[in-house]
């Protein structure tokens, strides 16, 4: 299903800056020209279809062209668009903070809108220091995140990331934030469990609380599964202790839920699960939502926070409240397509029925974990991920993966030599068994061509 180049393709890489993308070589990856998506499949203009196995940076939750969704668009479109959400306010925006708001139990009590994922860490962070001098306390203003972690690409953002090929070329500019040790349980030593390793890992936490407490404003980290760096997942004994542990040393936990909210890791959102069964739920501080909430649809982002932390703000003083704005902050149009993802979750069962689409597509995927040529096959509720080994994978492993899964009808993007799967929420057992033959006889195409490579003679010199 090789691609002919076409005039929609080329005008693209004349004018356009692609995002995660090295221009020099976007002749040899040239972006597909996607004309029109139905369920979990992308149609290029020449007719190709691929499954969007990554829900198209893990923001599709129901599958593209969605009639619940369209249809709610719609209906807002006729009515009201937009309004400036500075001195106004319409029901979206107002019943979208409502519900996210109960379905924490009311603990996380005001809602403030913005864009995407960013901008969200960025209001979070923010939130969180300006919390503390309204309290008296201006010292604490350090943040500590986790190594290997991803929060976006602003410059608050990437301050609290660590993910070199991001961060790197912006480190002069940044500031400098406290990294501890990740509870990826791919690090665990021979007879550790993923427990262990979340145990040694809040140890590190608690020795940095222990020194700098005074100074720190709030720790960061992605619940349950660190995305950019590859899908390391961790044990949820990790997000108790360092609830635990920010409690007594007094510092704000900012979840950053962005891609794994919204029923991805199988809860609605991943802090879920970090109470022990039949225990009351632990919440973070602030959450910051992002990506699924739209239901693929619209740019919508926000910060979920606790009263206190709001009530902070509130003062006769303009300069002590929070001044952060964005012009489509809380677009009406963004907030009713939540509203109907919301209400596809409450009428429909979806986290139930994810868990039965997670143990088929699980189930179809079972031969990749006697695979020699992979290590550290996992799953969390709807996220899939392993990791090829270093001598199979060979040099720009991600590059040939997405294209050799082009001309089997996938679209997916493998992170270095990560291959994960994050489908929209539409499968069923055919599906199932289609993707995961899809996904090992692209691997086996790749390894192979990989292996072929190596095997055939060099080229004879030229004069």
């Given at each position: 299903?090789?691609?002919a ?13 692609h995002?995660?993308t ?12 996607i004309?029109?998506?139905q369920?979990?499949w992308?149609?290029d ?6 499954f ?5 940076w ?5 599958g ?7 249809a709610?668009?719609?209906?807002q479109l006729?009515?009201?668009?937009h309004?400036?959400l500075?001195?106004?306010?319409h029901?979206?925006?107002?019943e979208?903070a409502?519900?996210l708001?109960?379905r ?16 969200a860490?960025?209001?979070a962070l923010?939130?969180?220091f300006?919390?503390w001098r309204?309290?008296g306390?201006p ?5 500590v995140c ?13 301050a609290v990331?660590d993910?070199?090929?991001f961060?790197d070329?912006?480190d002069?500019?940044?500031?400098r934030?406290?990294?501890v ?6 690090q665990?030593a ?6 262990d390793?979340?145990?040694r890992?809040a140890a ?10 005074e100074h720190?404003a ?8 660190q995305?950019?760096?590859g899908m ?6 990790y997000?108790?202790?360092a609830r635990?542990l920010?409690?007594?040393?007094q510092?704000?936990?900012i979840a950053d839920e962005?891609?794994?909210?919204c ?6 959102f991943?802090f879920?699960?970090a109470?022990?069964p039949?225990e009351?739920?632990i919440?973070?501080?602030?959450v910051?939502?992002s ?5 693929g649809?619209?740019?919508l ?5 606790r009263?206190?932390?709001?009530e902070?703000?509130?003062?006769d003083?303009?300069?002590r ?10 677009n009406?149009l963004?907030?009713?397509?939540a ?8 009428e429909e069962?979806?986290?139930q029925?994810?868990r ?16 020699p ?18 001598p199979f994978?060979?040099p ?22 990560t ?6 929420y539409?499968l069923d057992?055919e599906?199932?068994?289609?993707l995961?033959?899809r996904?090992?006889?692209t691997l086996?195409?790749?390894l192979n ?7 055939r ?7």
């Amino acid at each position: 299903m090789r691609h002919a180049s076409s005039d929609l393709q080329q005008r693209s890489l004349t004018h356009i800056w692609h995002p995660c993308t090295q221009m020099q070589r976007a002749a040899q990856m040239p972006p597909l020209p996607i004309v029109r998506g139905q369920g979990p499949w992308l149609f290029d203009d020449q007719g190709s279809r691929y499954f969007d196995a990554i829900s198209s940076w893990w923001v599709n939750l129901f599958g593209h062209d969605d009639a619940r969704i369209n249809a709610a668009i719609k209906d807002q479109l006729d009515t009201l668009p937009h309004v400036m959400l500075a001195g106004c306010t319409h029901k979206p925006a107002v019943e979208l903070a409502e519900r996210l708001s109960a379905r924490t139990g009311s603990v996380l009590g005001h809602c403030f809108f913005a864009s995407d994922g960013a901008s969200a860490v960025e209001i979070a962070l923010k939130m969180s220091f300006h919390c503390w001098r309204n309290r008296g306390r201006p010292a604490k203003q350090e943040f500590v995140c986790l190594r290997q972690g991803y929060h976006g690409e602003t410059l608050g953002a990437l301050a609290v990331t660590d993910v070199q090929v991001f961060r790197d070329a912006y480190d002069p500019l940044l500031m400098r934030a406290h990294q501890v040790m990740s509870p990826d349980a791919r690090q665990a030593a021979p007879g550790e469990s993923a427990a262990d390793v979340a145990q040694r890992a809040a140890a590190d936490l608690q020795a940095l609380f222990e020194a700098r407490h005074e100074h720190i404003a709030a720790l960061i980290l992605e619940p349950l599964v660190q995305g950019a760096t590859g899908m390391a997942m961790h044990d949820p004994a990790y997000l108790r202790t360092a609830r635990a542990l920010c409690d007594q040393y007094q510092v704000h936990l900012i979840a950053d839920e962005i891609a794994v909210g919204c029923g991805r890791t199988g809860t609605f959102f991943a802090f879920e699960q970090a109470a022990l069964p039949g225990e009351s739920p632990i919440w973070p501080d602030l959450v910051c939502l992002s990506k699924g909430i739209s239901g693929g649809y619209l740019p919508l982002s926000l910060v979920l926070s606790r009263d206190s932390i709001y009530e902070a703000f509130l003062d006769d003083d303009v300069a002590r409240g929070f001044l952060h704005s964005h012009s489509y902050t809380g677009n009406a149009l963004a907030c009713r397509a939540a509203l109907a993802v919301l209400d596809r979750f409450e009428e429909e069962q979806v986290l139930q029925r994810n868990r039965e689409r997670a143990a088929m597509l699980t189930a179809a995927l079972a031969p990749l974990q006697a695979d020699p040529r992979i290590e550290h096959f996992r799953q969390r509720g709807m996220i899939w991920a392993f990791d090829v080994r270093e001598p199979f994978a060979g040099p720009r492993f991600a590059e040939r993966f997405h294209l050799a899964g082009r001309e089997r009808e996938l679209m997916i993007r493998p992170i270095g030599r990560t291959v994960y799967l994050m489908p929209p929420y539409v499968l069923d057992d055919e599906l199932s068994a289609w993707l995961a033959g899809r996904v090992m006889a692209t691997l086996d195409d790749v390894l192979n061509q990989r292996r072929s490579d190596a095997d055939r003679p060099p080229e004879p010199p030229t004069a």
